[in-house]
C-alpha cells in the first residue's frame, strides 16, 4: 500500500484508513503473543519461536500508521504553519530574467503554485532556474533559509542584485546555482550538501528533449554541533546565538516526508516542461499563422476568404486596394451587400463552391465603372472544417490586364509579319532528280548574293551555301521528306563570303512519277534574318527582364529583412549602450558590453548596405569627404574582388568636400569593383583615387561630356580585358551586358549612371581591348559650409531635456521600453503607450502640457501619420517626430517622407535620438 494523497481525501475516510491500520497493529499484535513457545525434554520452556513474515508486515503497517499521524498531527506537515514564502529584501531576482522560457511559458503565479505544493511539506526553500542560470522563481519558507540567505546577501556589501549575483559571496545563490550547474551538465538528479549546512536537491526541467531549466529545494535540520555552527559563524558572519535561534525554529521533518517532496519535485518538473511543450507549440503554430499571412499578402493574387452564408472573415491587402473597400467595410458583412451588382455568373459560381466543386478562368473580362475593362484570373473553390464539412469559400483574383495587352499586341505583330510574308518576293526553286540540275529564280540569287555565271546549279553546289553546323540537319530533313513523301518545312542559316549570317526559312515538296520514284523537288526560300534577330533579341531581353525580376525579389526580400534587423537592432544598441554609459570601466562586464554596443554598430552598416542593394533606403545627401567614405569601403571591396585581384589606394590630399548619399558611394564602389573583378582572368590589379579637378569652357567645347566648374574626380581602373567601340556605345544601356546569363543583369552601371546624374555629376569611360578600363566619376564640390563632414561622429555632449513632456507610441514593446529609458535618461518627462488608443487615453488623462509626439510610422490600429493629426485636436502646438525601421519606399507611402516633417530612421543611439529631439523641440 502507498501513502496516500491525504489532501483529496475526505475526514471520515482518513478517519476510516486510520482506524483499519490501528486494528491491523492490533490483530498482528496478537498473532504474535501466540506464537509457539520450545520446550525441552523435561518440559522447560526454552524459546519463542516468532513468524518473520507477520514482524515485517507488523512493521510495514507501523510505519504507514506512523507517517499519517505525523501528517494528521495539527502541529506537523501540510497542516502544520509553514511560514509565508516572503520576498527577500534585495527583491525578486526573476526581474533580471532575461532567458524567460520557463518563466514566460508557465508564469509566475502558477510557477509557484506547483513548488508549493512539496514546498509545504519541507518548509525550506526551493528555486527554479532558466537553463542560463536566471531565476525563474525563488522561495523561502523557513526562518533558517532566510536568514542564510540574507546573511551570504549581506556579505556582497551592495544593494545592487547584478553585482551581488556576478560577486561570487553570494554563498547560498552560489550553492544553489551550482547544484543547478551540476544537473544541467549530467542531466540528471543531484543530491548535494548546501553551503548553509543543510542539503540541496535538484532535477533538471525537459522540454522537447532538451534540459530547459531546473529545480531545486532545500531539506534536512539545520546543524546544531558546535564545529558546524563555528564554521558557518565564520563564514556568513553572524553570530552562533543567531543560527541556533534559527536553527530551533525549524521542526524535524522525517524521511519519508523528504523523499515524498522529492517525488513531488520530479513530477513537478516533468509538468513545468509539459507546459513549456505546449507553449513552445502555441508559439510555433502562431508564427506559422503570422508567415501564411505573410505569403498571403505578397501574393499576386487577392485572396477573400468567405464563411458559408458568404460573409466575409478574411481578405487580402491587395484584395482591398484592387476592390477600394476598406477592411471595416467588408470583415462580417454579406458578399452581396458589399457588391449588390454582382454579375450573376458569380453567383452561380459561388453556388457550385459551396457545393464542393472548384470553378476557375484563366483569362476573364471585367468591366470597371469608369468604362475601361480588366483581364483577370481567378479560381473560387470550398474550404473545409475539421469535420471534414464545407466551412465556406476561397475566391483568388489576379489582374492580368497587362499580360492580356501584350498578348494581344503580340498576336498582331505576327499577325501583321505573316501578311508582310505573304506579300513579300520569294526566290523559287526546282531540282531536277533525275539529272541533278538546279534552277534558281532572280531573288534566290539575290539572297545568296551570287551571279549565275559562279553557280554550279547543283544540289552539292546549293549545299557549300548552307552554314556547316545547319548542313547535316537540313540534308536529313529534305530526305526524309523524300522517303515519306511529305512537304518539308526548315529554317537554316546561310555563310556569306564575307562572314555574315543569313536566316532562310525554307519550304520544299516532291513530285513522283506512276511507279513512286521521285523526280522532281520545288521550292521557296524566304530571307527571315530581320524576324530571326528580332525573335533572337525577344528572347534575350525576356531573359534579362527575368533575372531583372529576380534581383528585384531579392531586393523587396532585403528591404523586409533590413526593417527586421533596425527594430532588433534599437533594442540590441539602446541597452548595450545604456548598459556600458552605467558600467564603470573597472566592471569585468564592461568590455563585453561594449562589444555588444560596438557589434551592434557594424550591424547597422550593415543593414544598410543591405537596403541600399535593395534600393530602398531613405536617400540623405551630407557633405563628405571622399576619401574617408572610400576608406571605410576598403576591406570589403577586397573581399568583393578576391585575393588573386590587388586592390591599390591612392588618395588625393585635402580634397574637396562633396555632397552626396553614403550608401550611394557604397553602391557606386560595388558595382565598380565587380565589373574590374569580372573583367580580370587570373592575377591583376585594380585601382581608386580620387583627385580635384577643374574644368573651364575651352577645355569642355573640345571634350564632349564635360561640365564647366570644380569637381571631385573618383577613378576605378582595372588591368582586364577592356572593352571594344560597340560595348562602350552601349555600355550605361539597361538590360546591355557583355556577361553569360546569371553572371550579370545590366544594370549595374546604369544604376552608377543615374546615381551619379542624381548628384548633378558626369561620367567618363576609357578602354580597349586588352588595355584595361578606367571609369572617371565627377562630382560637384561642395562649396556651402558643410553641415557635418564626419559619418559617424557623434556629439561630444548630450542634448539633455529641460523637463519636458514627451509622449511615446511604439507597438513593439521593446522598443517602446528601451526609447523610454533612454528619454528618461535625457531628463524628458515620458508617457509611453504601445497603441494609438492607449496614447490618446494618456494624452487625455495628463493634467499638463505635452511638448512633443514620437511616434513609429507603421502601427496596426493606424499610422504614425493619422495619429499625429488626431493628436493635434487636444494639443494643437505640440510638435512630431516620427521613426520607423521600414524601407523609404514603406515610409512614402504612409506620408512621412514630406518636406518639413521631422524623421529619425531605427535603429537610433542615444546620441542621435539626443539631438533629434532636442532640434525638433527647439525648431
Known amino acids: 500500500m502507498s501513502d496516500p494523497d491525504l489532501k483529496k481525501m475526505t475526514p471520515e475516510a482518513i478517519r476510516q484508513m486510520v482506524d483499519e491500520l490501528k486494528a491491523e497493529n492490533e490483530s498482528l499484535r496478537r498473532t504474535l503473543e501466540a506464537q509457539e513457545v520450545v520446550h525441552d525434554e523435561n518440559n522447560t520452556p526454552q524459546k519463542i519461536v516468532f513468524s518473520a513474515s507477520g514482524m515485517l508486515q507488523r512493521k510495514k503497517g507501523e510505519d504507514r500508521l506512523a507517517r499519517i499521524e505525523w501528517m494528521l498531527d495539527p502541529d506537523h506537515g501540510t497542516s502544520a504553519a509553514t511560514g509565508e514564502n516572503v520576498t527577500p529584501e534585495y527583491g525578486d531576482l526573476s ?51 532566510r536568514f542564510m540567505d540574507t546573511a551570504s546577501w549581506r556579505l556582497c556589501n551592495t544593494k545592487d542584485e547584478r553585482e551581488a549575483l556576478a560577486c561570487g559571496k553570494w554563498l547560498c545563490h552560489e550553492s544553489c546555482l551550482g547544484a543547478s550547474k551540476i544537473c544541467m551538465e549530467s542531466g540528471a538528479p543531484v543530491d548535494i550538501p548546501c553551503a548553509g549546512g543543510i542539503r540541496l536537491y535538484a532535477a533538471p526541467i525537459y522540454s522537447n528533449g532538451k534540459i530547459v531549466g531546473t529545480m531545486n529545494m532545500g531539506y534536512g535540520d539545520p546543524p546544531r554541533d558546535k564545529v558546524s555552527l563555528e564554521k558557518l559563524s565564520g563564514e556568513y558572519g553572524v553570530t552562533i546565538a543567531e543560527l541556533l535561534e534559527n536553527a530551533a525554529s525549524y521542526e524535524h521533518r522525517p524521511h519519508f516526508i523528504i523523499e515524498i517532496a522529492k517525488q513531488r519535485l520530479l513530477a513537478a518538473t516533468q509538468l513545468i516542461g509539459e507546459i513549456v511543450d505546449r507553449k513552445q507549440t502555441e508559439d510555433a503554430l502562431e508564427h506559422s499563422y503570422d508567415l501564411m499571412r505573410y505569403i498571403i499578402e505578397h ?12 460573409k466575409y472573415i478574411y481578405v487580402s491587402q491587395r484584395y482591398l486596394d484592387r476592390y477600394k473597400v476598406k477592411e471595416t467595410d467588408v470583415i462580417g458583412k454579406h458578399h452581396y451587400d458589399v457588391f449588390p451588382d454582382l454579375p450573376r455568373k458569380w453567383r452561380d459560381v459561388h453556388q457550385k463552391a459551396l457545393a464542393g466543386e472548384v ?130 518545312e526548315i529554317e537554316h542559316r546561310l555563310l556569306m563570303p564575307d562572314g555574315r549570317i543569313k536566316w532562310v526559312n525554307e519550304i520544299g515538296r516532291t513530285e513522283y512519277d506512276e511507279t513512286g520514284q521521285p523526280i522532281r523537288s520545288v521550292g521557296t526560300v524566304q530571307n527571315i534574318t530581320e524576324s530571326k534577330q528580332a525573335e533572337l533579341e525577344r528572347e534575350k531581353l525576356q531573359e534579362q527582364l527575368n533575372q531583372a525580376q529576380k534581383m528585384e525579389s531579392v531586393g523587396r526580400l532585403a528591404g523586409g529583412v533590413a526593417h527586421d534587423f533596425n527594430n532588433m537592432l534599437t533594442i540590441i544598441n539602446g541597452y548595450a549602450e545604456m548598459m556600458a554609459d552605467i558600467l564603470p570601466p573597472s566592471d569585468p562586464l564592461y568590455d563585453s558590453v561594449k562589444e555588444i554596443y560596438d557589434a551592434g554598430k557594424r550591424s547597422e552598416i550593415i543593414v544598410r548596405k543591405l537596403m541600399a542593394f535593395a534600393r530602398k533606403q531613405a536617400i540623405s545627401p551630407v557633405s563628405m569627404n571622399l576619401n574617408d567614405s572610400v576608406s571605410s569601403m576598403l576591406k570589403m571591396l577586397q573581399g568583393l574582388i578576391g585575393e588573386n585581384i590587388d586592390l591599390l589606394w591612392k588618395p588625393e590630399n585635402n580634397i574637396w568636400l562633396v555632397k552626396m548619399d553614403y550608401s550611394q558611394v557604397d553602391q557606386i564602389l560595388a558595382n565598380l569593383a565587380v565589373n574590374a573583378r569580372d573583367a580580370i582572368a587570373g592575377i591583376g590589379k585594380t585601382t581608386i583615387e580620387t ?50 546569363v546569371g553572371q550579370g543583369t545590366g544594370l549595374g552601371l546604369p544604376t552608377v549612371y543615374g546615381i551619379v546624374k542624381q548628384n548633378h555629376g558626369f ?143 531605427k535603429p537610433f543611439s542615444i546620441d542621435a535620438l539626443a539631438a533629434k529631439v532636442r532640434g525638433v523641440l527647439d525648431s
Open 95 to 145: 526581474a533580471l530574467n532575461t532567458r524567460r522560457i520557463i518563466l514566460d511559458s508557465v508564469g509566475r503565479v502558477v510557477l509557484k503554485n506547483i513548488v508549493e505544493d512539496f514546498l509545504h511539506l519541507l518548509g525550506t526553500s526551493a528555486a527554479v532556474y532558466e537553463s542560463n542560470g536566471d531565476y525563474a522563481l525563488g522561495l523561502f519558507s523557513s526562518r533558517w533559509c
Open 299 to 310: 501574393a499576386n493574387s487577392a485572396v477573400a476568404v468567405h464563411d458559408r452564408d458568404l
Open 359 to 488: 470553378s476557375r478562368a484563366e483569362r476573364d473580362s471585367y468591366p470597371r465603372e469608369d468604362g475601361t475593362l480588366d483581364w483577370t484570373r481567378w479560381e473560387c473553390r470550398p474550404w473545409y472544417e475539421a469535420d471534414g464539412s464545407i466551412g465556406g469559400i476561397i475566391v483568388y483574383t489576379e489582374i492580368i490586364t497587362e499580360r492580356v495587352a501584350a498578348e494581344e499586341a503580340l498576336r498582331e505583330s505576327e499577325a501583321k509579319m505573316r501578311d508582310a510574308q505573304a506579300l513579300a518576293r520569294m526566290g523559287r526553286w526546282e531540282l531536277d532528280l533525275i539529272t541533278n540540275r538546279l534552277d534558281w529564280s532572280d531573288g534566290i540569287y539575290e539572297l545568296f548574293e551570287v551571279s549565275r555565271d559562279k553557280f554550279g546549279a547543283s544540289y552539292e553546289a546549293f549545299l557549300s551555301f548552307v552554314h556547316p553546323d545547319d548542313r547535316g540537319l537540313l540534308d536529313k530533313t529534305y530526305r526524309s521528306s523524300l522517303e515519306k513523301k511529305t512537304p518539308y
Open 691 to 740: 583627385q580635384n579637378v577643374e574644368f573651364d569652357d575651352e577645355y569642355c567645347e573640345t571634350h564632349a561630356g564635360f561640365v564647366p566648374g570644380q569637381f571631385v574626380m573618383l577613378a576605378v581602373s582595372d588591368s582586364g580585358c577592356g572593352m571594344d567601340k560597340h560595348v562602350l556605345a552601349n555600355l550605361f544601356e539597361p538590360f546591355f551586358t557583355t556577361k553569360e
Open 763 to 905: 561620367i567618363n569611360v576609357y578602354s580597349e581591348p586588352e588595355k584595361g578600363t578606367t571609369v572617371r566619376i565627377y562630382l560637384p564640390r561642395l562649396l556651402e559650409a558643410p553641415e557635418s563632414a564626419d559619418r559617424e561622429k557623434a556629439p561630444e555632449v548630450l542634448s539633455k531635456g529641460r523637463g519636458e513632456t514627451i509622449l511615446v507610441l511604439e507597438d513593439e514593446a521593446t522598443v517602446l521600453d528601451i526609447t523610454r529609458m533612454m528619454l528618461e535618461k535625457l531628463g524628458y518627462i515620458v508617457l509611453a503607450a504601445n497603441t494609438p488608443n492607449n496614447a490618446i487615453a494618456l494624452a487625455e488623462a495628463h493634467d499638463g502640457k505635452i511638448d512633443l509626439l514620437i511616434t513609429d510610422v507603421v502601427m496596426p490600429e493606424m499610422n504614425g501619420r493619422e495619429f499625429s493629426d488626431k493628436l493635434n485636436v487636444l494639443y494643437p502646438d505640440i510638435k512630431s517626430l516620427f521613426m520607423s525601421g521600414y524601407t523609404a519606399d514603406v515610409i512614402a507611402r504612409h506620408g512621412i517622407l514630406e518636406e518639413g516633417l521631422h524623421f529619425i530612421e
